[in-house]
């Protein structure tokens, strides 16, 4: 069986800092092949700025696609569904899809048009992942220039130009299965904690929110989430009816990159905007169920964004894969393991500040009751 190709929707108002993220996502594909759809409307053409900055031979310009007929969400059957066809109509299909949107174009009636037929039995949503200007949404603005948000809804007759920013911003939160703050080099270390645990109570059970800046976001924890969100439309429905707001974030580098050219003396350093990985060898486990279970405890309890890896199980010719998202851990057994050394081995991703030895001891206590 086909496996289907991951889609990952990123949203967020103008200036929030999304094709920062996409371009830094593009320099650090390790190999995979990333088709961009951008849905931009108005004169602010970014695709080839973001090109000229992946520097790898994997980004080619047949690779990127312009909606610029409006609003994506107002145009999914005349614009995205062709767009979607095109791309899986070549021969040489992407590895992953990333879907660039504005803030103010709703990405449920996005995530919804994945249940299209013909591209439902191709494509999946990875996650949906949402960008935040945490310097704007801390001073309550929501979006970086609220003046420019407002001059892009113009743009687009079809959208209700009315709707505060404060309720399509929570639209945003509520179909996120990632939420990434940016910009939190501008933010005191105490305001960027207040604010994610504000987002951490205002969202779904299960969304990781996470903090950078310069949208400086490890592929592994961008890409790879796994969520299938077309089959989970119930649990991330709009919270306001309004025709849909939208704001071109295209924009975004110029205010992001413009936002750091700055000297910020004034803040401090934030070494927890950082991310970092280890890895755990551990012996043979005997219950794959059980072992799931807990290492799905530990990743709860360590706030870990991503494990994964291979288990050795007792009297198992094939390794074990686990991948895990959050405490959503996924097992299969993939292929032998060959000549060489029977062992389990998991990779630990995530932000700076993880306790290694906690952990370590944790995983092997688990492997150990085995």
């Known amino acids: 069986m086909v496996s289907k190709i991951p889609a990952t929707i990123i949203t967020g108002f103008l200036g929030a800092g999304k094709t920062t993220l996409i371009r830094h996502m593009l320099q650090n594909a390790q190999g995979r092949r990333i088709a961009l759809i951008i849905n931009e409307f108005g004169d602010l053409g970014v695709d080839g700025d973001i090109l000229k900055g992946c520097g790898d031979q ?67 949503v990875d996650g949906v992942v949402t960008v935040v200007d945490g310097k704007a949404v801390t001073e309550g603005r929501f979006a970086h220039s609220v003046a420019a948000v407002d001059a892009q809804r113009q743009l687009d007759e079809n959208l ?19 939420i990434v703050v ?18 951490n109570g205002s969202s779904r059970a299960g969304v990781q929110v996470v903090t950078t800046s310069m949208g400086k976001l490890p592929v592994d924890v961008l890409l790879g989430q796994g969520i299938g969100a077309e089959s989970d439309l119930e649990a991330r429905h709009e ?6 707001d939208h704001d071109d974030d295209h924009g975004d580098d110029d205010h992001d990159d413009h936002d750091h050219d700055h000297d910020h003396d004034h803040h401090h350093d934030h070494d927890h905007d950082a991310f970092e990985s280890f890895v755990v060898t551990l012996g043979e486990i005997t219950d794959p169920k059980a072992f799931s279970d807990q290492v799905s405890a530990i990743i709860g309890a360590h706030d870990i964004l991503r494990l994964k890896g291979f288990a050795a199980v007792s009297g198992k010719p094939m390794r074990l894969t686990l991948q895990a998202v959050g405490p959503r851990v996924e097992t299969y057994f993939d292929q032998p393991f060959g000549a060489g050394a029977r062992a389990t081995r998991l990779v630990v991703i995530g932000q700076a500040g993880l306790d290694h030895a906690a952990i370590e001891a944790a995983l092997r206590s688990c492997a150990a009751v085995q």
């Open 58 to 124: 994997t980004c080619r310009e047949e690779d990127v696609m312009e909606l610029s007929n409006g609003c994506i969400c107002c145009t999914v059957a005349d614009d995205f569904i062709p767009t979607m066809e095109k791309l899986l109509a070549r021969e040489d299909k992407p590895d992953h899809i990333v879907i660039e949107t504005s803030g103010l174009a709703l990405p449920q009636p996005l995530v919804r048009a994945f249940n299209w037929p013909g591209i439902s039995t191709q494509v999946t």
């Open 160 to 178: 209700d130009h009315e709707t505060p920013l404060s309720e399509l911003f929570e639209d945003q939160i509520a179909c996120a299965d990632m």
């Open 182 to 199: 940016n910009k939190t080099d501008l933010l005191e270390e105490a305001e960027a904690q207040a604010l994610v645990n504000t987002l």
């Open 239 to 244: 919270l306001h009816h309004h025709h849909h």
